[in-house]
């Protein structure tokens, strides 16, 4: 018999409060923008009782692990099998769940040859049900949509978001409106949010014009914005983090490293890692670093240019459109996880992803562009001997391969670069462009002796 998973709660339901993370200023509501009532800046989610009576560490870890054996949906859930580190329910009913979470740990013994490193592993988020990390902070604040009483939900989005979004309320039984950039976003991604029922639109402009227009919107109409503005989206997200320390057995990784768009991520993790490591889940941190593409490096400007003090927007452009992003709202969180757990930020350039993403490939694990910054920001930080070759890293992949097929054929097709003959040539010995044949046997057993012997 699998053992009881209704123990007494380990950590009291419900308590949880607002907090500013500039002023410091705690509510016990949030305002529809999820702005400070005071002084406009972003709320985190905090716990008040962990101070007085925090949860025992042990006593979590096994509560967690008896979890997997047991059959309700909150515990087949790899997000709300975490539910005593996450703003509570009061039943399993309320919960929308499509059993996100529970990604794969994977080696990555080639892409560690390559970059001389002894060791890499890939966290890959791209395993979620809408294939990418967004599912597991939207299971939470989907739930807190509904059980406001909302009837509609809202985001602005490169893509995944309104995927992610898109299903969850539908789900729950919520209409949902998506506003992407026209012409910016992957058709896959655009594709789910159609399946899954949104009302979508493109709008003339680009990410940062859609979550500015929706800042305003979710003031004048009835309708719960699930951007990474949302606490409770990055309450979820920080399950990645607790899941990802129990499949190493609790032994803390020197780095991981993640993809920096919007900077909700990176904030989620760090926030997981603090609380985690205050808890006594973990006895010290690992460094958090965040990888960024060139063409939409706000937070490596904002660090290096204004010492992490103001932010310097960008006016984004990279063929990793998950995180054109120039204008990054979560960016003020994500400094301050960095500086906490002394990670690094670096930005590489388009050739660098590709190529990372190919090499990825290479080793039977698709990811979109933005997800690839990590394996190419991880070649950087070795060369500058921040991350070191006999260190445990883990980069967490955010989006499935299959998220934007359009990269990975303009690839391998020689069209990603076109024009850029040097380029070209660097990337040739990765790219397996299709061959179109004759059907014939000859023509067939050809390739394969040509291919044998490249
Ligand atoms: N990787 C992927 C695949 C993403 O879709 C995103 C963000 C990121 C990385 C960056 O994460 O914003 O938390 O720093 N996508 C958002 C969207 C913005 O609308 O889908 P972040």
Redesign the pocket.
């Known amino acids: 018999m699998p053992p009881s998973t209704s123990s007494a709660p380990v950590v009291h339901p419900a308590e949880f409060r607002f907090r500013c993370i500039a002023c410091g200023d705690l509510s016990d509501n949030a305002a529809r923008n999820f702005r400070c009532a005071h002084c406009g800046d972003l709320l985190e989610i905090t716990y008040p009782r962990w101070n007085e009576t925090p949860p025992g560490a042990e006593a979590l870890k096994t509560l967690w692990r008896n979890r997997r054996l047991s059959h309700r949906a909150v515990d087949l859930s790899g997000v709300w099998r975490f539910r005593d580190l996450l703003p509570a329910i009061e039943s399993d009913h309320e919960v929308i769940t499509l059993r996100e979470g529970n990604t794969p740990l994977y080696e990555l013994p080639q892409c560690a040859r390559i970059t001389g490193m002894l060791r890499l592993y890939a966290k890959h988020q791209?395993m979620n049900p809408t294939s990418?990390?967004?599912d597991t902070g939207m299971t939470v604040a989907a739930t807190y949509a509904r059980r406001a009483g909302f009837r509609w939900v809202a985001?602005?989005?490169?893509?995944?978001?309104?995927?992610s979004m898109a299903a969850y309320a539908a789900r729950g039984g919520m209409r949902s409106l998506v506003l992407v950039p026209e012409g910016k976003i992957s058709w896959s991604?655009l594709s789910q949010a159609l399946d899954y029922a949104a009302v979508t639109c493109q709008l003339r402009t680009d990410?940062d014009g859609c979550l500015q227009l929706l800042q305003e919107l979710v003031l004048r109409a009835p309708v719960y914005q699930l951007?990474?503005i949302n606490p409770f989206r990055l309450e979820g997200?920080k399950t990645l983090a607790l899941e990802l320390l129990e499949q190493l057995d609790w032994q803390v990784p020197d780095h991981i490293i993640?993809?920096?768009?919007?900077?909700?991520?990176?904030?989620?993790i760090g926030k997981a890692l603090l609380e985690m490591s205050e808890l006594g889940l973990i006895r010290r941190l690992p460094k958090l670093s965040v990888i960024q593409a060139e063409g939409a490096n706000a937070l490596v400007r904002t660090l290096r240019e204004a010492d992490g003090k103001r932010l310097v927007s960008v006016q984004a452009e990279t063929r990793a459109t998950?995180?054109r992003?120039g204008n990054?709202a979560?960016w003020k969180k994500?400094a301050h996880v960095l500086e906490a757990t002394g990670g690094a930020c670096e930005q590489v350039s388009e050739v660098e992803i590709a190529q990372a993403k190919a090499e990825i490939g290479a080793e039977g694990i698709g990811c979109?562009p933005?997800?690839a910054v990590t394996l190419a920001g991880l070649k950087k930080l070795l060369q500058q001997e921040f991350v070191k070759p006999d260190e445990t890293v883990v980069l967490v992949l955010?989006?499935n391969l299959l998220?934007d097929p359009d990269f990975t054929i303009d690839f391998h097709r020689g069209d990603l670069f076109k024009g850029d003959e040097s380029t070209s040539a660097a990337l040739n010995r990765l790219r397996r462009p299709p061959i179109v044949l004759d059907a014939t046997l000859d023509a067939v057993i050809r390739t394969l002796e040509q291919a044998e012997k490249s």
């Open positions: 791209g990418s990390f967004k985001c602005a989005s490169t893509g995944n978001t309104s995927a991604k990410f951007n990474s997200q993640v993809p920096g768009g919007n900077l909700g991520n990176s904030s989620a998950a995180i992003i990054p979560s994500a979109e933005a997800s955010t989006g998220k």
